[in-house]
């Protein structure tokens, strides 16, 4: 079946570096989503990549969709306090009714201020 | 819109006994999803239905899983003759009808299970 991977497991910084996270399927993807789990929280939606080679922007984070549909990263620059938590890319495969997500094993930043 | 809710939001039970999770997806959201999610790994997909049709089940979801949702609004998740690597959180998601072919997901507070 279809995995994700993701690296790197835990990530941890100081105020105002950069981070990124990178992500990995076995097949290749219809669209991948990124989401964020603050600790103790449930995971919220962050963006949606559908085209090969999509870049999508959202303030300090900014979102790669690999050519080959296959791989994706997220970069954050200069990292908040705020950024804390669980990083998650999901991926989507379309085809009859099958719309579910396959999460990667997310990546968690911490950030020392 | 209030958002996901789910009902428990913990559970504790012995081994061997039954539980029963509710949720409530936003109103107006046709597909419905379940997943279960241990510590230090991203939610595994469960099974999901549309509207009222349960239309994919993971391997995951042993003979003594069962999810309805009856009138397409809320659903249930029933566990039977729980196991204590069953001790999980349990999160709910909903998404649009009205967002494309590739939806987000709307996720629950989950409800932590505890089996003892």
């Known amino acids: 079946g279809q995995q994700v991977m993701q690296i790197p497991q835990y990530q941890h910084v100081q105020e105002g570096e950069d981070f990124t996270t990178y992500c990995n399927s076995s097949t290749t993807l219809s669209n991948i989503q990124w989401y964020k789990q603050r600790p103790g929280g449930h995971p919220v939606f962050l963006i949606q990549?559908?085209?090969?080679?999509e870049v999508k922007k959202q303030k300090r984070l900014t979102f790669q969709f690999g050519e080959a549909k296959k791989n994706s990263s997220l970069h954050i620059t200069a990292t908040q306090t705020t950024d804390v938590g669980t990083y998650f890319c999901?991926?989507?495969?379309?085809?009859?009714?099958?719309?579910?997500?396959?999460f990667g094993k997310g990546t968690l930043l911490t950030v020392n201020p | 819109d209030t958002g996901v809710s789910q009902n428990p939001r913990h559970k504790i039970t012995k081994r061997g006994q039954n539980v029963t999770f509710r949720c409530d997806p936003i109103s107006e959201h046709n597909r419905l999803y379940w997943y279960r999610q241990t510590l230090g790994q991203g939610p595994e997909f469960l099974t999901y239905f549309q509207n009222e049709a349960q239309l994919e089940k993971s391997r995951l979801l042993s003979d003594r899983f069962s999810a309805e949702r009856p009138k397409g609004s809320f659903s249930t998740l029933e566990i039977q003759r729980t196991e204590q690597g069953d001790s999980a959180m349990y999160l709910c998601?909903?998404?649009?009808?009205?967002?494309?072919?590739?939806?987000?997901?709307?996720f629950g507070p989950g409800t932590r299970l505890t089996v003892t």
């Open positions: 998601a909903s998404s649009s009808p009205t967002s494309g072919a590739f939806r987000e997901q709307y």
């Open positions: 990549l559908v085209k090969s080679g």
């Open positions: 999901a991926g989507q495969n379309s085809g009859g009714s099958n719309y579910k997500l396959t």
